[in-house]
């Protein structure tokens, strides 16, 4: 990009920042009070600056994961979280998508040992939750996710309720991991064998906020055949990219920059040498 552009790099990020806090502020702004129904939670793996075991040495965050929740109806991301895979982390999370719905759904987690305590604080008795526990191959066990570049083969699924009177049948995590896939195909660094990985945290949270943003607000699902915005009535209509980015602020920043160099450049003198009509 700065190659193409001309623009120095530290500019571009510095773009890229400011653009990611404010999909956060709007993601934050727009999912209030919504009547999902159908909830699946995740989380994506990735690092920062290293990967877990070299993380200490070079003073890095190392080993991130973001939580995402998913409406497996309209496909709607209500919230996300980028933190550690924890107990803290979990309830957090939980926390913020509760105070985000309108009514009592239904919610399909997989087996992280953090999340029925996060759920129960949260949601107390007004859900419904049940679990999918998968077993792996036995040659993936001793394997973490920074050293699996391919996924681990499921040789058995379990159903779990866990809270509450969920439907059986609609206890699944398809979605959402279908969602991690198309997150990891769009924002490179989530790949796993990838030098594009983020060197700070701040930087790793604006790239996930900003795809999250135009995933939900810009992006028309296949499926539904709209955006999940639309979808879940959040909004009426399909956002172009210069939509968001103007409603992120920076189409006021661009223009202004825009008319400051227009008016450093002096106006050339129809009658100075050379501008004659015939020259």
């Given amino acids: 990009v700065e190659r193409m552009t001309g623009i120095h790099r530290d500019t ?33 793996w990735g690092f920062i600056g290293a990967k877990r075991n070299r993380a200490a040495a ?7 994961w973001t939580f995402i929740a998913l409406d497996a109806d309209t496909k709607l991301i209500p919230t996300f979280l980028v933190g550690k895979r924890d107990s803290y982390h979990a309830k957090t999370f ?9 009514k009592r759904i239904q919610l399909t987690s997989d087996s992280l040992h953090a999340y029925p305590d996060a759920v129960e604080q949260a949601f107390g008795s007004e859900i419904e939750y049940g679990q999918i526990v998968k077993t792996y191959a036995f040659v993936n066990l001793n394997k973490d996710a920074a050293s699996r570049y391919s996924p681990a083969e499921v040789v058995k699924t379990d159903k779990t309720i866990v809270c509450g009177m969920p439907d059986v049948d609609r206890i699944s995590t398809s979605h959402i991991e279908k969602q991690n896939h198309t997150l990891r195909m ?48 959040v909004e009426t209509s399909q956002w172009t990219v210069a939509e968001l980015v103007e409603r992120c602020g920076e189409q006021t920043r661009l223009s202004s920059a825009s008319s400051s160099c227009d008016s450093a450049v002096a106006p050339v003198r129809s009658d100075a040498p050379g501008n004659s009509a015939g020259a």
């Fill in 12 to 44: 571009i990020m510095r773009l890229g920042v400011r653009t990611g806090k404010a999909c956060a502020k709007i993601l934050d702004q727009k999912m209030q009070n919504l009547k999902c129904e159908q909830i699946q939670v995740d989380e994506i």
């Fill in 58 to 64: 070079a003073g890095c965050y190392g080993d991130v």
């Fill in 94 to 102: 939980m926390g913020d998508l509760a105070k985000r719905m309108a």
């Fill in 186 to 233: 769009h924002c490179r660094r989530l790949t796993r064998l990838t030098n594009a990985f983020s060197k700070k945290l701040e930087n790793f949270e604006a790239a996930i906020a900003l795809n999250l943003c135009y995933y939900d607000f810009c992006k028309r699902h296949g499926t539904i055949r709209m955006t999940p915005a639309q979808a879940a009535g």
